[in-house]
């Protein structure tokens, strides 16, 4: 047969057969100058190709060849060449296979590591947005915080540390950021729950549910691009947490407590909601919350007299001056409570440093203008009775005044 249909038997382009012959590794007899293959050619092809899939080079394809040849044209002779080069590629083979399988396993396993979501210590969903991280700072120096995630859960920073050249740091625990100044303790029968006020009277649940009204209409986040608004001693009667279904989740939200048993109680049952990742949880003192200066645009600040007085004698708004945008507003309600009554026996805690004129309202107002707030609406409500407030007594009427004020 010719070259062409030589090449189509055995399933190779022509361009094979022609460098084959060129190698001399096939050798076909030749008439008036043309190839003419036959069956000892069809043999030497079966064997080239057979080599080749075993992994033989030319040379040794060439050698196997002339033995073929050579015993073609012999009688009894021993293919001892041939035998031995395929035991001998039999053991380069298997050693090629035990090394393959190792690199294939050893492969595998690297794939399964990198596939592996990071070991989270939790896996209830909360976690710090990475969108937070500009407007963190450290507390004592004011410089930025690096920050070093241990766990990564659904794009969420869930554990970790921040740290600041100064030597201040921070951990991360299940998305909320703890400051080294944090108070653990354990809940009390008295720390109501925000999803059931069931503590309290109807006419309170009814006053917090207007408070929480018309503190909605008060934001004006409308206005702004990517607002950022913070509840700093959000507590147990948080404004934010109530309304977390309603939470626009353009802006961002931080909240911020002292107590960390509050905070991380919160914060599980907000990563239920898609607002979650638009809420960063902040568990220091106001004084020492790592946020940057002018990094927010309105301060919600429910139940001023409650926790201010409750620690110290200062206000929450001169604390969060430095971190409030000029022009940003604060938005909140104040509790005036009278001295000489027995609400006020009952608010004061034995052994604070609280005097009875900063929990009156006129006062409080004060206060606010000589720190550089422009006082805008002041409302009052109706004096309320029965509130089923622990340290609320019934015969003492409750005043509560609703109030904004900007940072000029
Ligand atoms: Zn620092």
């Known amino acids: 047969m010719l070259s062409s249909q030589f090449a189509e038997?055995?399933?190779?382009?022509?361009?094979?057969?022609?460098?084959?012959?060129?190698?001399?590794?096939?050798?076909?007899?030749?008439?008036?100058?043309?190839?003419?293959?036959?069956?000892?050619?069809?043999?030497?092809?079966?064997?080239?190709?057979?080599?080749?899939?075993?992994?033989?080079?030319?040379?040794?394809?060439?050698?196997?060849?002339?033995?073929?040849?050579?015993?073609?044209?012999?009688?009894?002779?021993?293919?001892?060449?041939?035998?031995?080069?395929?035991?001998?590629?039999?053991?380069?083979?298997?050693?090629?296979?035990?090394?393959?399988?190792?690199?294939?396993?050893?492969?595998?396993?690297?794939?399964?590591?990198?596939?592996?979501?990071?070991?989270?210590?939790?896996?209830?969903g909360s976690g710090m947005s990475v969108e937070f991280l500009p407007l963190l700072c450290c507390p004592a120096c004011g410089q930025l915080l690096d920050i070093y995630p241990e766990g990564i859960l659904a794009g969420l920073i869930v554990a970790g540390m921040a740290k600041c050249v100064c030597g201040y740091h921070a951990d991360i625990n299940k998305g909320c950021i703890v400051g080294p100044a944090t108070h653990r303790h354990p809940l009390r029968s008295t720390d109501v729950d925000y999803t059931e006020p069931s503590g309290l009277s109807l006419t309170m649940q009814e006053m917090i549910y207007r408070l929480r009204i018309w503190i909605n209409g008060q934001l004006g986040l409308g206005s702004l691009s990517n607002p950022v608004v913070l509840e700093a001693y959000c507590g147990s009667l948080s404004y934010l947490l109530a309304e977390a279904k309603q939470l626009d989740t353009s802006a961002r939200y931080l909240l911020c407590d002292p107590d960390l048993t509050f905070?991380?109680?919160?914060?599980?049952?907000?990563?239920?909601?898609?607002?979650?990742?638009?809420?960063?949880?902040?568990?220091?003192?106001?004084?020492?919350?790592?946020?940057?200066?002018?990094?927010?645009?309105?301060?919600v600040d429910f139940f001023q007299s409650f926790y201010h007085a409750s620690l110290t004698n200062e206000y929450?708004?001169?604390?969060?001056?430095?971190?409030?945008?000029?022009?940003?507003?604060?938005?909140?309600?104040?509790?005036?409570?009278?001295?000489?009554?027995?609400?006020?026996?009952?608010?004061?805690?034995?052994?604070?440093?609280?005097?009875?004129?900063?929990?009156?309202?006129?006062?409080?107002?004060?206060?606010?203008?000589?720190?550089?707030?422009?006082?805008?609406?002041?409302?009052?409500?109706?004096?309320?009775?029965?509130?089923?407030?622990?340290?609320?007594?019934?015969?003492?009427?409750?005043q509560y005044w609703l109030y904004t004020a900007q940072k000029i």
Not at 69 to 80: D, G, K, L, W
Not at 264 to 284: D, G, H, I, N, T
């Open 263 to 299: 905070l991380s109680r919160q914060a599980e049952k907000l990563a239920v909601y898609p607002q979650a990742s638009s809420a960063l949880f902040v568990a220091a003192d106001a004084a020492h919350l790592p946020l940057r200066k002018n990094s927010v645009d309105v301060v």
């Open 9 to 124: 038997k055995h399933g190779v382009p022509y361009s094979v057969v022609e460098f084959y012959l060129k190698k001399k590794l096939l050798q076909p007899e030749m008439r008036g100058g043309r190839y003419y293959f036959g069956s000892e050619d069809d043999d030497d092809m079966q064997l080239i190709q057979k080599m080749k899939r075993w992994g033989f080079g030319l040379r040794d394809i060439g050698a196997a060849l002339t033995e073929q040849r050579f015993i073609r044209h012999s009688v009894n002779a021993p293919q001892s060449s041939l035998l031995s080069m395929l035991r001998n590629q039999q053991e380069v083979l298997g050693a090629q296979q035990a090394s393959l399988a190792a690199a294939a396993h050893s492969l595998n396993q690297e794939i399964a590591h990198l596939s592996q979501e990071p070991h989270t210590p939790h896996t209830d």
């Open 316 to 398: 929450l708004f001169t604390k969060l001056w430095p971190i409030l945008k000029s022009g940003g507003r604060l938005v909140g309600c104040f509790i005036d409570i009278p001295p000489d009554t027995e609400t006020y026996k009952a608010f004061i805690t034995p052994g604070t440093q609280l005097q009875s004129h900063t929990l009156r309202f006129s006062y409080f107002t004060n206060q606010l203008a000589q720190a550089g707030y422009r006082v805008q609406s002041v409302e009052c409500l109706p004096p309320m009775h029965q509130s089923g407030l622990v340290w609320h007594s019934d015969s003492d009427p409750l």
